[in-house]
């Protein structure tokens, strides 16, 4: 099923979701029947200044550092979650870990290799930087899978608010009936 598009945003008081028990019986991207119920945790988006030409190993940890410190995190208990949510998250779990293991792994054997031979092996350097290119892709595709991603919902910086981004009308129309979204900030 594709996720829904195009619908205003939703916003919904931090401290409401996290308290209220009853929840919505259909997923927020999809509006299907909820298979699962599970614990999520959505936080703030990271914040994303400069091109990503300027963004040297340097900026990248300063960055790193000053997002976690800024980082307001929300958790829902018993969060609705469809068979296509669930289906979504795997897919690219799997596909992370294998990246992650598969590149280390190629690595790791082209290295060993290089040094049984003993002597430079100018074939060896691809397979070492496919590997560590694997394990750098592995990290942007776990973080699509997490749940932010997965609920295309976020934290609103100031922790009070959030933000499902394309909420899927059912899905809307049944936290609105539990009392959830409010007027809050765009
Ligand atoms: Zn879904």
Redesign the pocket.
Known sequence: ?A?HRGDEPLVVPAAWLAAERRRPGR????G?PASSWQDVALVTRPTTKGTPAQAGAVSIAARVAENAQNQRGVSLTGWP?????LAHRSRLRGTARALLFGGLAVALAAVVTFLALGEPQPLLGLPIVLGVAAVICSGFVFGRSGWNAVLSAEVTPDGQWVRFAQPHPAFATELAALGGPREGPR
């Open positions: 099923m996720p997923c927020a991207r999809h299907a979650l469809c068979e296509s949510c």
